[in-house]
């Protein structure tokens, strides 16, 4: 299990006299060695970067390689993303991959870097509670110490799993923690933007209401997704009871500006994985047609690509 070694809470803070967001996180390989954070404690320290005075930014990795480029920029945590681990793996988003291939990369990434991880479980692979429960185990033994658990019955299905089923999963979820000593950090999302469920008229009230029944059973975080303008953000915010979640992606507010709504956290998705993978067709194009290897000319350094990964 990777290990976190410095004694101060990562948090994230504003540069003064600018505009742009920095990241106030010692890097542990700058300090001396300390006693590392067990899992648990990382739990902690995770959820408390939901209650700080700014707004969590968490990047989302597909592989180690991206993990260590977001560890390495200095990012206090990391969540996965499972719609880019399945693309890296072959497969279409949607819950086609299976639950040990997705934890294997998990895994991986944990074992990687220092920081603390989330895990994009995507529905929980499984309908019942015991299923749910089944994941939960399995993402704490592959390092994670929080987890994503959305509502929606499947990609594009456009349908969603009642709200009292749903509160029973994250309930055995969260219980299941509890059994393995770990206060799993469950974002309980709802999909109901995303999946354009309903009428657009009653989606915030609906998307309020299911997300403060996933608090009422325990959820320590809140995640809705789609939703880009500033007046429905801040309608969810006055509405949600707890820690919210929005996905930053084109057209969304800036993190500077998601926090002056109240937003507690902004994650973004596969979007850093589908922006990898236009670069990679622009360059087959490139290649194909001009066989120009201009394109080359910014590539990161082998030094500097082979420093950020771990020795073994």
Known sequence: MA?????????????????????????????????PLTQAEKAKLFLSLHHGPHILVLPNAWDVASARIFEDAGFPAIATTSSGIANSLGYPDGQIIRRDEMLEVVARIVRAVSVPVTADMEAGYGETPDDMAATARAAIGAGAVGLNLEDAMGEGSGKLFEISLQKEK???????????????V??????????????PSTRAERTIERLNAYRDAGAPCLFAPGVNDVAT????????RGPLNILGRAGTPPARELEKLGVARVSVGGGP????????????????????????????????????MPKR
């Open 3 to 35: 290990t976190f070694r410095t004694k101060q809470s990562a948090r994230i803070r504003r540069k003064k006299n600018t505009k742009h967001f920095a990241l106030a996180f010692v890097h542990p390989r700058t300090l001396i060695d300390m006693p």
């Open 170 to 184: 994250i309930r055995a979820m969260l219980a299941a923690g509890k059994k393995m000593g770990v206060d799993l």
């Open 186 to 199: 469950l974002n309980a999302r709802t999909d109901i933007y995303l999946e354009e469920v309903g009428e």
């Open 233 to 240: 953000i801040e309608r969810l915010v006055r509405g949600v």
């Open 273 to 308: 994985m589908r922006v990898t993978m236009t670069i990679v067709s622009r360059i087959a194009k490139q290649l194909r047609d001009s066989g120009d290897f201009s394109v080359f000319a910014d590539a990161m350094p082998f030094p500097e690509a082979n420093r950020l």
